[in-house]
């Protein structure tokens, strides 16, 4: 993928799938290491399916027989000398963590995180966002804003354009002037 926030819209819409009701995305830049986490509450896999999920051809998709979200997104870390892991258990929900060297030409750029946090905002699912870049920190927690909205849809399109522009004054603020 040509930038890391669409495999964090990937492995996040995963998770949604698993029937997840939170879901938390921490992106963290410290020194020269960016380190990307996504956690869930949803209903996790099996050991045998979590030995294989790295490899493209497995896939719990009924209409293609590849599922490529979680193999890209190893090797996108990977390549950078970074480093990829993913835990789960049946019940409990999974974890994907990866690493990458921000120093590395091949590390993609991190994208527009505001879009995508946007783009997975639902009522029936709550995210925490936890983005902190060299000590600087923001958090982003659908659960707050619904008790602030009282009863507003946090899907409703006003609501939408208002988060992404706080999303992206935010990050802004807390990138300090890096490109990331």
Do not use: Q
């Amino acid at each position: 993928m040509r930038e890391l926030a669409l495999n964090i819209l990937d492995i996040a819409e995963n998770s949604v799938k698993a029937r997840s009701t939170l879901i938390g995305i921490t992106i963290t830049v410290a020194g020269d290491t960016l380190e990307i986490v996504i956690d869930d509450n949803g209903t996790g896999m099996s050991k045998e399916f979590l030995s294989k999920v790295t490899d493209p051809f497995t896939t719990t998709r009924k209409t293609r027989k590849v599922g490529m979200g979680i193999p890209l997104f190893k090797e996108a870390a990977e390549v950078t000398g970074g480093s990829f892991e993913i835990e789960s258990e049946l019940g409990r929900g999974t974890r994907v963590t990866a690493r990458f060297k921000t120093d590395s030409i091949d590390r993609a750029p991190l994208g527009d995180i505001a879009e995508t946090a946007v783009t997975l905002l639902n009522p029936d699912i709550d995210f925490v966002w936890v983005y902190t870049v060299n000590g600087r920190s923001f958090t982003f927690d659908t659960r707050e804003i619904k008790e602030e909205l009282k009863g507003i849809p946090i899907d409703s399109p006003e609501i939408i354009s208002f988060l992404r522009e706080l999303l992206k004054e935010n990050i802004e603020s807390i990138n300090g002037g890096i490109v990331l």
